[in-house]
C-alpha cells in the first residue's frame, strides 16, 4: 500500500481527517524550511506538500509568489528540493507530494525527475499547470516508478471531464474549491458540499479540499465533505511569522474535534 | 520523429508539432474548451465572417495600403522594398485585426466584459477600443515599468473607457501583465473574455491569433502579385510574441520560393544575455500556457527579456514560430536596439513615415538583406505599427548614446 494510501486509511478508521499543509521548499533557505516541514509535520500535519519554487507562478496569490521568489533567491533548485525530501523522509512516514509548476520540472527532465523523485522517497506530484490533457508524457514515468499525479478537479470542471479526469486520478483528489488564486479568503466558498457529493460519485480516492483554507474554523467547515484540507498560503505566512507550530495545532484541533 | 506539416498543425489539442497545447490551471481548461468551441462555429458561420469583414474594411480602414517605398529601396541599395502599412489601421497597428475578431467572438458567446494583458499598450488600446465599440467593459493588465514607458497608450486607454490595472510583480514588464492577467482570469472566468494579443498562450489562442491577423498576409500577397504580377522574394516581419509575423507568413507558407525572415529583439546584443531572442538563445519550455521557446535558466527558471521596444519585450514566442524554426520554414534572426533605432530614423527621414520601434527591427532586417535579395527581388517588410508612442523612448535613448 502506498503511503498516501494507507495514510488516508488510517485516518478514516480513527474517523479523523487529513491535514495537507503545503510550505515552499527553501523558503526563506533550505535550513530553515526543513525545520518549517518538520515543525508541520510534528504539530499535525499528515501529508507534506513541498513547493518547488517558479518565477511565474500564475495561479498563484501574493503570499506563495513571495515566498518562492525568497526561494529562488536563495538559490533554491529542483534537485535541491530532492534533496529536502530525502532528508525529510529519513526521519517520517508522512506522505511527501512535490508541488509546482510544469516547466522547472519539464526542464529537469520527467524521466529522471520520477526516478530521483522515487529514490528520495517522494510519493506524487501534483504539476498545478499540467491538466490531463497535457500529463501523458510525465505520468509514464511516475507510473514506471510507482509514484502517484495527484488530479486537481476546480469547481468549472464539468462533470463529463470530471469522469475523464478521475478514471486516470491516483493518490487522493485535490479539489480547488474557489475560483481564483491561492490565498487566504474571508469565508469558505460558496457550495463546496455540492461539489463535493459530485466529485465523490466519480472517484473512491479520497478527496483533499484546498484554496482559501487560512484557520481552524475554515478548515472544520471545508472538511464536512472531504476527507482532507489543503492549507497553504496561511501556513506559508505563519512560518514567516514563526507562528507555524500554532496554526497547525489549531487547525489540527479544529479538525479532530469535529469528529467527537 | 514524425514529419510535421505545416498545413496540418495545431492537433485537437492545440498542438504545433511537439509545441504549443494547453499548460494552464484545471479551473480554465473549461473556459479554454469554451472559446474553442465557440471559434469553431464562428468559423463556420457566415454571419460572423461578414461582420468581421464588414469591421475591418469600415472600421479599421482595410484592406491597408502596401506601399513601393523609393527612397528607402534607393538608401538600402538592392531589392525593392514594399511596406505593409498595418501603421495606418485604426489605433495605429495590426493588434486592431484580432481584437476585433476576438471581441465579436465575446459578444457571441454572451461576455459582457474584455480583459487584455499588454505590453507596448498597443494591444491594451486595441481592446479598449474594441470594447468601446461593443458598449463592452475592459480591464487592462500592464506592467508598471511600460506603464513609464508607453504613457502615451496609458492616456488613450483611460479615453477609451479601459481601466488600466498597474503590475507590480517581476519587471513590471509584458511576462507580468500576463502571469496576473491570467491569475485575474481564474477568478472572473464565468463573466470575462481573455483577449490574448499575440499568438501565444494556451490554446485556441495561437491559432485563432493567427487566423485572425492572417488578414496581414492575404492582402499583401494579392496586393503584391497586382502590383509586380508575380511573388517576393523575401517577406519580413518582427518577432516578440509573434502575431503581425504569423498574420503576413501563414499566407505564404506554400509558396515556396518566398522566404521567410522573422526577426527577434537581440536588445544590447545576444551575447549580452540582455535582449529578447527567444528563438535564437531560448530552448524548448512552458510559459504562460504553451510550450515553445523560451528564455530560460539552467533550471527552468523564466529570464527577464530586454528591448527598447516593449511589444518584443517577452521571454517566449508563440508555439507556432516554433515549429516553423524547426522546420526551418522560417528564419529567425536578431536586430539590437542600436541597429532599430537606426532604422527608426530612417524611415522616418526617408519616407516621412515614423515607425513603431518593434517595426523598426523589421526594417533593419530588410536592410540587411536588400543586397543579398539583389536589385531585381523584391522585400515585403510588416510595418506593423506606427511610432508616435515611441517618441520618448527613442529621443531617451538618442540623449543617452550621445552623452
Same mark, same amino acid.
Given at each position: 500500500m502506498s503511503r498516501i494510501e494507507e495514510t488516508f486509511k488510517r485516518l478514516s478508521k480513527g474517523n479523523r481527517k487529513a491535514l495537507v499543509g503545503f510550505l515552499v521548499a527553501g523558503d526563506p533557505d533550505l535550513e530553515r524550511s526543513e525545520r518549517d516541514c518538520r515543525m508541520a509535520l510534528e504539530n499535525g500535519v499528515d501529508v507534506l506538500e513541498l513547493g518547488v519554487p517558479f518565477s511565474d507562478p500564475t495561479a498563484d496569490g501574493p503570499v506563495i509568489q513571495a515566498a518562492g521568489q525568497r526561494s529562488l533567491a536563495a538559490g533554491t533548485t529542483v534537485a535541491k528540493v530532492l534533496t529536502l525530501a530525502k532528508r525529510l523522509r529519513r526521519e517520517c512516514e508522512a506522505p511527501i507530494v512535490l508541488f509546482g509548476y510544469v516547466n522547472p520540472f519539464f526542464n529537469y527532465g520527467y524521466e529522471k525527475l520520477a526516478n530521483d523523485a522515487a529514490a528520495a522517497g517522494v510519493d506524487a506530484f501534483l504539476v498545478v499547470d499540467m491538466p490531463f490533457e497535457e500529463s501523458g508524457e510525465f505520468r509514464v514515468h511516475l507510473d514506471a516508478v510507482g509514484l502517484d499525479f495527484i488530479s486537481l478537479i476546480a469547481p468549472t470542471t464539468p462533470d463529463a471531464r470530471l469522469g475523464k479526469i478521475l478514471k486516470e486520478a491516483r493518490g487522493f483528489v485535490y479539489y480547488i474549491m474557489v475560483k481564483g488564486v491561492t490565498g487566504a479568503r474571508a469565508g469558505v466558498a460558496e457550495d463546496v458540499a455540492g461539489h463535493l457529493v459530485r466529485l465523490k460519485k466519480h472517484t473512491r480516492l479520497p478527496v483533499a479540499a484546498g484554496f482559501g483554507v487560512s484557520n481552524g474554523d475554515q478548515a472544520r467547515e471545508a472538511a464536512r465533505h472531504a476527507d482532507g484540507v489543503v492549507v497553504g498560503s496561511a501556513l506559508v505566512r505563519a512560518a514567516g511569522e514563526n507562528r507555524l507550530a500554532f496554526l497547525v495545532k489549531e487547525i489540527?484541533?479544529?479538525l479532530d474535534c469535529q469528529e467527537k | 520523429m514524425k514529419r510535421v506539416e505545416v498545413n496540418t498543425v495545431p492537433d485537437?489539442? !492545440?498542438?504545433?508539432?511537439? =509545441? *504549443? !497545447?494547453? =499548460?494552464?490551471?484545471?479551473? &480554465? @481548461?473549461?473556459a479554454l474548451i469554451e472559446v474553442e468551441k465557440a471559434y469553431r462555429a464562428a468559423q463556420a458561420d457566415p454571419a460572423f465572417e461578414l461582420e468581421f469583414r464588414g469591421l475591418l474594411k469600415h472600421y479599421v480602414g482595410r484592406p491597408s495600403p502596401l506601399y513601393f517605398a523609393p527612397r528607402l529601396t534607393e538608401a538600402f541599395g538592392g531589392a525593392k522594398i514594399y511596406l505593409k502599412r498595418e501603421d495606418l489601421n485604426?489605433? *495605429?497597428a495590426h493588434k486592431v485585426n484580432n481584437t476585433l475578431g476576438q471581441a465579436i467572438l465575446a459578444r457571441r458567446m454572451g461576455k459582457k466584459k474584455l480583459m487584455a494583458e499588454t505590453g507596448a499598450g498597443q494591444h491594451g488600446v486595441a481592446t479598449a477600443t474594441v470594447a468601446a465599440r461593443f458598449g463592452m467593459e475592459c480591464d487592462v493588465y500592464m506592467g508598471e515599468e511600460d506603464i513609464r514607458r508607453q504613457a502615451p497608450n496609458v492616456k488613450r486607454m483611460n479615453l477609451l473607457g479601459a481601466r488600466?490595472?498597474?503590475?507590480? $510583480?517581476?519587471? #513590471?514588464? &509584458? #511576462? /507580468?501583465?500576463? $502571469?496576473?492577467? +491570467?491569475?485575474?482570469?481564474v477568478a472572473a472566468v464565468d463573466t470575462t473574455f481573455y483577449v490574448i494579443g499575440t499568438v501565444a498562450g494556451p490554446?485556441? =489562442?495561437?491559432? @485563432?491569433?493567427? /487566423?485572425?491577423?492572417?488578414?496581414? !498576409?492575404?492582402? %499583401?500577397?494579392?496586393q503584391f502579385i497586382e502590383l509586380e504580377n508575380r511573388l517576393p522574394e523575401m517577406v519580413i516581419a518582427c518577432v516578440g510574441g509573434g502575431s503581425n509575423a504569423a498574420g503576413l507568413f501563414y499566407p505564404f507558407l506554400n509558396d515556396a520560393g518566398v522566404k521567410m525572415v522573422g526577426v527577434e529583439a537581440a536588445g544590447h546584443g545576444i551575447a549580452t544575455g540582455q535582449h529578447a531572442a527567444s528563438i535564437e %538563445? *531560448?530552448?524548448?519550455?512552458? +510559459?504562460? !500556457? $504553451? #510550450? $515553445? =521557446?523560451? +528564455?530560460? /535558466? %539552467?533550471?527552468?527558471?523564466i529570464l527577464n527579456a530586454h528591448s527598447i521596444s516593449a511589444g518584443l519585450d517577452y521571454p517566449g514566442v508563440g508555439p507556432e514560430h516554433a515549429l516553423w524554426a524547426d522546420l526551418k520554414r522560417v528564419e529567425y534572426s536578431g536586430i539590437t536596439d542600436a541597429e532599430a533605432v537606426a532604422a527608426f530614423h530612417e524611415l522616418s527621414l526617408m519616407e516621412g513615415i515614423i515607425p513603431a520601434l518593434e517595426s523598426s527591427h523589421a526594417l533593419a532586417e530588410a536592410r540587411k538583406r536588400a543586397r543579398t535579395v539583389g536589385k531585381g527581388g523584391a522585400i515585403v517588410v510588416c510595418l506593423s505599427g506606427r511610432g508616435d508612442k515611441d517618441l520618448e523612448s527613442v529621443l531617451e535613448y538618442d540623449a543617452r548614446v550621445k552623452t
Amino acid at each position: 500500500m502506498s503511503r498516501i494510501e494507507e495514510t488516508f486509511k488510517r485516518l478514516s478508521k480513527g474517523n479523523r481527517k487529513a491535514l495537507v499543509g503545503f510550505l515552499v521548499a527553501g523558503d526563506p533557505d533550505l535550513e530553515r524550511s526543513e525545520r518549517d516541514c518538520r515543525m508541520a509535520l510534528e504539530n499535525g500535519v499528515d501529508v507534506l506538500e513541498l513547493g518547488v519554487p517558479f518565477s511565474d507562478p500564475t495561479a498563484d496569490g501574493p503570499v506563495i509568489q513571495a515566498a518562492g521568489q525568497r526561494s529562488l533567491a536563495a538559490g533554491t533548485t529542483v534537485a535541491k528540493v530532492l534533496t529536502l525530501a530525502k532528508r525529510l523522509r529519513r526521519e517520517c512516514e508522512a506522505p511527501i507530494v512535490l508541488f509546482g509548476y510544469v516547466n522547472p520540472f519539464f526542464n529537469y527532465g520527467y524521466e529522471k525527475l520520477a526516478n530521483d523523485a522515487a529514490a528520495a522517497g517522494v510519493d506524487a506530484f501534483l504539476v498545478v499547470d499540467m491538466p490531463f490533457e497535457e500529463s501523458g508524457e510525465f505520468r509514464v514515468h511516475l507510473d514506471a516508478v510507482g509514484l502517484d499525479f495527484i488530479s486537481l478537479i476546480a469547481p468549472t470542471t464539468p462533470d463529463a471531464r470530471l469522469g475523464k479526469i478521475l478514471k486516470e486520478a491516483r493518490g487522493f483528489v485535490y479539489y480547488i474549491m474557489v475560483k481564483g488564486v491561492t490565498g487566504a479568503r474571508a469565508g469558505v466558498a460558496e457550495d463546496v458540499a455540492g461539489h463535493l457529493v459530485r466529485l465523490k460519485k466519480h472517484t473512491r480516492l479520497p478527496v483533499a479540499a484546498g484554496f482559501g483554507v487560512s484557520n481552524g474554523d475554515q478548515a472544520r467547515e471545508a472538511a464536512r465533505h472531504a476527507d482532507g484540507v489543503v492549507v497553504g498560503s496561511a501556513l506559508v505566512r505563519a512560518a514567516g511569522e514563526n507562528r507555524l507550530a500554532f496554526l497547525v495545532k489549531e487547525i489540527r484541533q479544529a479538525l479532530d474535534c469535529q469528529e467527537k | 520523429m514524425k514529419r510535421v506539416e505545416v498545413n496540418t498543425v495545431p492537433d485537437a489539442n !492545440g498542438h504545433f508539432g511537439v =509545441y *504549443g !497545447g494547453r =499548460y494552464v490551471a484545471e479551473t &480554465l @481548461m473549461p473556459a479554454l474548451i469554451e472559446v474553442e468551441k465557440a471559434y469553431r462555429a464562428a468559423q463556420a458561420d457566415p454571419a460572423f465572417e461578414l461582420e468581421f469583414r464588414g469591421l475591418l474594411k469600415h472600421y479599421v480602414g482595410r484592406p491597408s495600403p502596401l506601399y513601393f517605398a523609393p527612397r528607402l529601396t534607393e538608401a538600402f541599395g538592392g531589392a525593392k522594398i514594399y511596406l505593409k502599412r498595418e501603421d495606418l489601421n485604426h489605433t *495605429g497597428a495590426h493588434k486592431v485585426n484580432n481584437t476585433l475578431g476576438q471581441a465579436i467572438l465575446a459578444r457571441r458567446m454572451g461576455k459582457k466584459k474584455l480583459m487584455a494583458e499588454t505590453g507596448a499598450g498597443q494591444h491594451g488600446v486595441a481592446t479598449a477600443t474594441v470594447a468601446a465599440r461593443f458598449g463592452m467593459e475592459c480591464d487592462v493588465y500592464m506592467g508598471e515599468e511600460d506603464i513609464r514607458r508607453q504613457a502615451p497608450n496609458v492616456k488613450r486607454m483611460n479615453l477609451l473607457g479601459a481601466r488600466v490595472i498597474p503590475v507590480t $510583480s517581476g519587471t #513590471k514588464t &509584458l #511576462k /507580468d501583465a500576463m $502571469s496576473e492577467a +491570467l491569475r485575474e482570469w481564474v477568478a472572473a472566468v464565468d463573466t470575462t473574455f481573455y483577449v490574448i494579443g499575440t499568438v501565444a498562450g494556451p490554446h485556441p =489562442y495561437p491559432v @485563432m491569433v493567427r /487566423d485572425f491577423q492572417s488578414v496581414i !498576409g492575404i492582402e %499583401a500577397r494579392e496586393q503584391f502579385i497586382e502590383l509586380e504580377n508575380r511573388l517576393p522574394e523575401m517577406v519580413i516581419a518582427c518577432v516578440g510574441g509573434g502575431s503581425n509575423a504569423a498574420g503576413l507568413f501563414y499566407p505564404f507558407l506554400n509558396d515556396a520560393g518566398v522566404k521567410m525572415v522573422g526577426v527577434e529583439a537581440a536588445g544590447h546584443g545576444i551575447a549580452t544575455g540582455q535582449h529578447a531572442a527567444s528563438i535564437e %538563445a *531560448g530552448r524548448p519550455g512552458i +510559459l504562460h !500556457g $504553451s #510550450k $515553445s =521557446y523560451v +528564455l530560460q /535558466d %539552467a533550471e527552468g527558471q523564466i529570464l527577464n527579456a530586454h528591448s527598447i521596444s516593449a511589444g518584443l519585450d517577452y521571454p517566449g514566442v508563440g508555439p507556432e514560430h516554433a515549429l516553423w524554426a524547426d522546420l526551418k520554414r522560417v528564419e529567425y534572426s536578431g536586430i539590437t536596439d542600436a541597429e532599430a533605432v537606426a532604422a527608426f530614423h530612417e524611415l522616418s527621414l526617408m519616407e516621412g513615415i515614423i515607425p513603431a520601434l518593434e517595426s523598426s527591427h523589421a526594417l533593419a532586417e530588410a536592410r540587411k538583406r536588400a543586397r543579398t535579395v539583389g536589385k531585381g527581388g523584391a522585400i515585403v517588410v510588416c510595418l506593423s505599427g506606427r511610432g508616435d508612442k515611441d517618441l520618448e523612448s527613442v529621443l531617451e535613448y538618442d540623449a543617452r548614446v550621445k552623452t
